[in-house]
């Protein structure tokens, strides 16, 4: 499973953005595969930010960027999205798409996560 993530760059607070990931090299549906978003700032660990499984398409994020960010699919694509808005500076980070096929308890932990996309920086300024 190969990952492409883009749709990063440079906002100011306040402002929006939406990510893409899109996915390739699959040996079973995309269906099949559970996605999430991960980000890393300078200095920090990576964190979990949104998830999304497989099948059911249920949704999980973190309590950091609830009721601002959203993670969607799109199945015909291969895609999936992170929507950000009301972006403020402290999001400022490089995100991550990441794939496991199914789905693991420990989705918010980065260990649980198979594969990995190059990530897309995300800046925000105030």
């Known amino acids: 499973v190969q990952l492409q993530a883009s749709g990063g760059g440079l906002v100011q607070a306040g402002g929006s953005l939406r990510l893409s990931c899109a996915a390739s090299g699959l040996t079973s549906s995309f269906y099949s595969l559970s996605m999430s978003w991960f980000r890393q700032a300078v200095g920090k660990e990576r964190e979990f930010v949104a998830g999304i499984r497989s099948n059911s398409g249920m949704k999980y994020h973190a309590d950091s960027v609830k009721g601002r960010f959203t993670i969607s699919r799109d199945n015909a694509k291969n895609t999936v999205y992170l929507q950000m808005n009301s972006l403020k500076a402290d999001v400022t980070a490089v995100y991550f798409c990441?794939?496991?096929?199914?789905?693991?308890?420990?989705?918010?932990?980065?260990?649980?996560?198979?594969?990995w996309g190059q990530g897309t920086l995300v800046t925000v300024s105030s």
């Open positions: 990441a794939a496991r096929w199914h789905w693991s308890v420990a989705y918010y932990t980065s260990s649980s996560w198979n594969y």
